[in-house]
């Protein structure tokens, strides 16, 4: 506001307080999260600017608030037998078959080629992608009730599929792998054991030369 004084002093609310999750700054206008536990999606919350003159004169927006909870536990894989930058390309689309068949709202949380190398633009017809659904109330529904509905859902989603890439495709469930940095992979432990047992040679070496010096001596 480029008025002066009382006329160019705003103040910022959140348009009747529609939710309990986010809060705003009076001052500064910025909004900050108070309490989103367990809950993801995108909010919609109503803004308004308003000055402190004798004449108030207000203005309204909407701003959108994405709560990305990307370390859920109710986090479901479904894997596609597309190349990723065809799903890539048409994710809305994707987004939207899932959504409408489950009959919650999808958020993805992830979208790529290779389980293991995650930054490797594979070539394989194989894409993996990570979804959460959230009810009319933008709480998380559990992972085993998303994976139920997928199933009964199942041969829809995939004739609805067939439309967005104009092919035959195929729609499956999988576990979200173990975060790598709490497991270790099978060529980790390789390593580790091929390591000992290297450690343990070398030393059994050491001490026949040992022995062997040692006898020649006497």
């Known amino acids: 506001d480029p008025d002066s004084g009382d006329n160019g002093l705003l103040?910022?609310?959140?348009?009747?307080?529609?939710?309990?999750?986010?809060?705003?700054d009076e001052n500064t206008g910025q909004i900050f999260a108070v309490s989103?536990?367990?809950?993801?999606?995108?909010?919609?919350?109503e803004v308004q600017a308003a000055d402190q003159g004798t004449r108030q004169l207000t203005a309204r927006t909407t701003a959108e608030v994405t709560v990305d909870s990307s370390s859920s536990n109710n986090i479901v894989m479904v894997v596609l037998d597309q190349q990723i930058h065809v799903v890539e390309r048409n994710i809305a689309e994707v987004k939207r078959v899932l959504a409408e068949k489950l009959t919650w709202s999808v958020f993805i949380i992830d979208v790529y080629a290779n389980e293991f190398e995650r930054e490797a633009r594979s070539s394989t017809d194989v894409t993996y992608i990570k979804i959460l659904a959230?009810?009319?109330?933008?709480?998380?529904?559990?992972?085993?009730?998303?994976?139920?509905?997928?199933?009964?859902?199942?041969?829809?989603?995939?004739?609805?599929?067939?439309?967005?890439?104009?092919?035959?495709?195929t729609a499956a469930i999988r576990e979200p792998p173990a975060d790598s940095t709490n497991s270790a992979t099978p060529?980790?432990?390789?390593?580790?054991v091929l390591g000992v047992l290297l450690a343990c040679t070398l030393v059994a070496f050491l001490v026949y030369v040992v022995l062997t010096v040692k006898r020649k001596r006497y």
């Open 11 to 24: 103040r910022y609310s959140l348009v009747n307080q529609q939710t309990s999750e986010f809060d705003i």
């Open 36 to 45: 989103v536990a367990g809950k993801a999606g995108t909010f919609p919350l």
């Open 134 to 169: 959230f009810d009319e109330a933008n709480q998380e529904v559990p992972a085993a009730d998303v994976k139920r509905k997928l199933q009964e859902q199942k041969s829809n989603i995939e004739l609805e599929l067939e439309k967005v890439f104009s092919a035959s495709v």
């Open 187 to 192: 060529e980790l432990v390789a390593a580790i």
